[in-house]
Structures are given as structure tokens and as C-alpha cells.
């Protein structure tokens, strides 16, 4: 079982940045690809950025492309989601997941652990 801890979440205006972490432990964690999803009120949870265990590769939804930078940290375990030029409409928790393989696709059905979210809000 993987363990993920999120933090860095916060209040800030549109235009600024923000850099979330996610922190995996457990059994097999280094091996997990790392993805962000978010989720706002009403709305179903959303896939945001993912990286392979090896940071090699990345990948992004188009509503946050040339916005946000996702990286991993291997020695730490620690993916980190880089948010610039930040806009009201990415107000949501935004949940750290994992799971076995990277691809381009991250229903999430696929997702093997989810941690316990971290709240990021931005006011016009």
C-alpha cells in the first residue's frame, strides 16, 4: 500500500504561484507514477499532471499546459506540482494519486492510492 501526503496548498491572488508537494512512502512507492487531480464544488474530479517514477516523462491536461510544472524528487520520493499565473477558475482541492504504470491517459478508476487532499484557492 502506498501512502501519499499533500502539502503547500493555500489562499493566493490570480496571477500568482503556488507549488504543491506529494510525498509517497510505503511499499513499492518509488516504482508508482505520481499524477495531481483536482476537484471543485460540483464538479468531478479532474486529471492535472502526471510523471513516470523516474521523472522522465510528464504529462498535462490543456487547461493548465505552459500554467503548471509537475517534477519528481526520487531521492525524497516527493513530486512537486509548480502552479504559475494562477487564474480563480483553479480553485479545487487538488489530490496527489498513484498508481503501477505512467501512459497518457488517468481515468480515475486507474488510480491505485489517493491522499487526503490539499485546499488551493485563488481570488480574482
Known amino acids: 500500500q502506498v501512502q501519499l501526503l499533500e502539502s503547500g496548498g493555500g489562499l493566493v491572488r490570480a496571477g500568482d504561484s503556488l507549488t504543491l508537494s506529494c510525498t509517497a512512502s510505503?511499499?513499492?512507492?518509488?516504482?508508482?507514477?505520481l499524477a495531481w487531480f483536482r476537484q471543485s464544488p460540483g464538479n468531478e474530479r479532474e486529471f492535472v499532471a502526471g510523471i513516470l517514477w523516474s521523472g522522465e516523462s510528464s504529462i498535462y491536461a490543456e487547461s493548465v499546459k505552459g500554467r503548471f510544472t509537475i517534477s519528481r524528487d526520487t531521492v525524497k520520493n516527493t513530486a512537486y506540482l509548480q502552479m504559475d499565473n494562477l487564474k480563480p477558475e483553479d480553485t479545487a482541492v487538488y489530490y496527489c494519486?498513484?498508481?503501477?504504470?505512467?501512459?497518457?491517459?488517468?481515468?480515475?478508476?486507474?488510480?491505485?492510492?489517493w491522499g487526503q487532499g490539499t485546499q488551493v484557492t485563488v481570488s480574482s
Open positions: 510505503g511499499r513499492a512507492s518509488t516504482s508508482r507514477s
Open positions: 494519486a498513484s498508481r503501477p504504470w505512467f501512459g497518457g491517459i488517468w481515468p480515475s478508476t486507474s488510480v491505485e492510492s
